[in-house]
Structures are given as structure tokens and as C-alpha cells.
């Protein structure tokens, strides 16, 4: 089943702007992680935050995990036309380490 | 060049027709995954293996076989029995039978069954 919901579903911004999303999950989690897709492609992993983490950074992107709301949020700072791509979160939790996904945000960075 | 290898990207079938979707890794990772994608929506679990010669059933198992008799291949057999197998598969694999780690994407295969 999808723990993961992302919130919004599509999202349209200009390049050097920022962008971002939300992930919210149902039950309790070991570890977080976001997901790039491109059209058509297969997914390519951005970053991992533990459930005992609160914020990551890699590059120009900024992750934050508050497990007490159950959520997370990705930011991309300065988008670039290349950051065009669906995002997607997964979760594992306790004891079931399959991972879950969410629908993912559909990311269009204009020139 | 290290990866993941599917093939074949695009793949069209008749309708009660069984097909085996390739899939080829060898970033000598233990665990091998597969997931069903549908239009606007997230990925589902299909099979998963820790280790060769053993492989569990995900969510979505139902109509699906697969076997992995070797470490770096896990193929994945959509049977006639699949419903609606219209669809985009996705293999990935990742290091350990542990499920935190990342895990490695394939390019993907579109399957379209008319």
C-alpha cells in the first residue's frame, strides 16, 4: 500500500526560483528517501534521512523530516530547466523494510 | 560501466500471452526488486529477492512469477493470468537485504498488451 502522499501533485515554477514539495506518511518510519524521475525513465535516488534526523542537504537540495507531523519536505534551490522530473518519497518502516511510495510531484521548471 | 540493464524498453504482446521482462545488474548487490508504475502514480511492489534462489511476493504479486538463479539476473514473467499488464515495470537492486539503503533504477520496460 502507498504510505506516501506528496502534496502538490504538479508544480510549475520559473528557473532560478525555488521549488518545493511535501511528503506525508500514515505510521511510524525507520527512514525517508526522495526519489528524481524523469519521463520515461527509471528513478534515480537523491538523498536518505533517517527517523532520528531532522535536516539534510546534498547540493541544492535541502531535506527536512518532522516525525512528529509525519512529513517531509523537499527544496531545490535555483531550479534549473534540468530539475524537470516527477518526485517521488519513500518510506520503510519497523519491522517491514519494503519501501513505499507516494504518486510523486510533477516538477516543470520554465526557462 | 556499473548498472542496472533492462530490456527490452518497449515490449507489445497479445492478449493471453505470457512475457519475460530482462533484467541485468551487476553492481554485485544482493537484493533485486521489481515494481509496476501506472500512469500518474507511484510504484508497487511486485517481487523482491534477498539473495538467489529465494524471492518474496510484494503487493501486487498476483499474476507474476520470477526466479533468480543467479545473483546478478532477475527476470520477471507477466502470465496470461495478469489482468491488466498494460504497464511500466521498473527492476532496481540495492546492497544489502537490509531495506535502508538506496536503491538502483533500471531504465524501465513498457509493456503494452492488446
Known amino acids: 500500500s502507498q504510505q506516501g502522499e506528496e502534496d502538490p501533485q504538479a508544480l510549475s515554477i520559473q528557473e532560478g526560483e525555488n521549488a518545493t514539495m511535501n511528503c506525508s506518511y500514515k505510521?511510524?518510519?525507520?527512514?525517508l528517501q526522495w526519489y528524481r524521475q524523469n519521463s520515461g525513465r527509471g528513478l534515480v535516488h537523491l538523498i536518505l534521512?533517517?527517523?532520528?534526523?531532522r535536516e539534510k542537504h546534498s547540493g541544492r537540495l535541502r531535506v527536512t523530516l518532522d516525525t512528529s507531523k509525519k512529513s517531509s519536505s523537499l527544496l531545490i534551490t535555483a531550479s534549473r530547466a534540468a530539475d524537470t522530473a516527477s518526485y517521488f518519497c519513500?518510506?520503510?518502516?519497523?519491522?517491514?523494510?519494503?519501501?513505499?511510495f507516494g504518486a510523486g510531484t510533477t516538477v516543470t521548471v520554465r526557462a | 560501466d556499473g548498472g542496472i540493464t533492462q530490456s527490452p524498453k518497449y515490449l507489445f504482446r497479445k492478449e493471453g500471452q505470457n512475457v519475460t521482462l530482462s533484467c541485468e545488474q551487476n553492481?554485485?548487490?544482493?537484493?533485486m526488486y521489481w515494481y509496476r508504475q501506472d500512469p500518474g502514480q507511484g510504484l508497487r511492489l511486485i517481487y523482491y529477492?534477498?539473495?538467489?534462489?529465494?524471492?518474496q511476493k510484494g503487493d501486487i504479486a498476483e499474476g507474476y512469477s520470477v526466479s533468480r538463479e543467479k545473483k546478478e539476473s532477475f527476470p520477471l514473467t507477466v502470465t496470461s493470468a495478469q489482468k491488466n499488464p498494460t504497464a511500466f515495470y521498473l527492476c532496481?537492486?540495492?546492497?544489502?537485504?537490509?531495506?535502508?539503503?538506496?536503491?538502483?533504477f533500471g531504465p524501465g520496460t513498457r509493456l503494452t498488451v492488446t
Open positions: 505510521t511510524s518510519i525507520n527512514n
Open positions: 534521512i533517517r527517523s532520528n534526523e
Open positions: 532496481a537492486s540495492s546492497t544489502s537485504v537490509a531495506w535502508t539503503y538506496e536503491q538502483y
Open positions: 553492481l554485485n548487490h544482493d537484493a
Open positions: 519513500a518510506t520503510d518502516e519497523p519491522r517491514d523494510y519494503k519501501l513505499s
Open positions: 529477492s534477498q539473495i538467489v534462489n529465494d524471492f
